[in-house]
């Protein structure tokens, strides 16, 4: 099974400043065949569902702020967010859907204001 | 629009069985594959099992395999989650969840419903 460790485990920055949040695959999830990476990253917030952000590890779901962005390949995964927004006080997930299950997911990332 | 929506959870002794519930609107359920995701109290979020489009194929998690059961009725736009033996560690909200693309289950989750909470407890 692949294994995603996140960090931090928690971060706080002040409003308006840059955000990062790293993610690490046990093993590379970029698919040769379509030179895709399978990581999704998922921002949640207390007590709602978690909300799909990015997929195909940079590509935005729609209505998604561009402020949010996603970078890496293969192992070593980046969530940027470029100007941190009161809103964006939530948990986020990076998680891989490469081959076959289990499509796991890193242990979260806990993002507040400084 | 595009909805899931969750039933079935509740307080149950632990061995004891539940069928958890996903009712689909606003998209062709049976063109994609739907996966389970649970998340215990304060906890992160945990892959729990798979279906495919058509059902032909699914897959789950170690922690619930052999206990867990996972089916779909595309004839009324509904995914369930036959959960048997329950234990203590099962206690968590169950999110049912579509997949970004029709066709493969090996795609980002882009629609969650609002989850249903199972309590495991004597």
Redesign the interface.
Known sequence: DIVMTQSPDSLAVSLGERATINCKSSQSVLYSSNNQN?L?W?Q?KPGQ????LI??ASTR?SGVPDRFSGSGSGTDFTLTISSLQAEDVA?Y?C?Q????????????TKLEIK | QVQLVESGGGVVQPGRSLRLSCAASGFTFSSYAMHWVRQAPGKGLEWVAVISYDGSNKHFADSVKGRFTISRDNSKNTLYLQVNSLRAEDTAVYYCVKVLASGSYRDAFDIWGQGTMVTVSS
């Open positions: 399978y999704a998922y949640q569902p978690p909300k799909l997929y195909w779901e948990v997930y998680q859907y490469y081959s076959t299950p289990p499509y796991n997911f890193g242990q979260g």
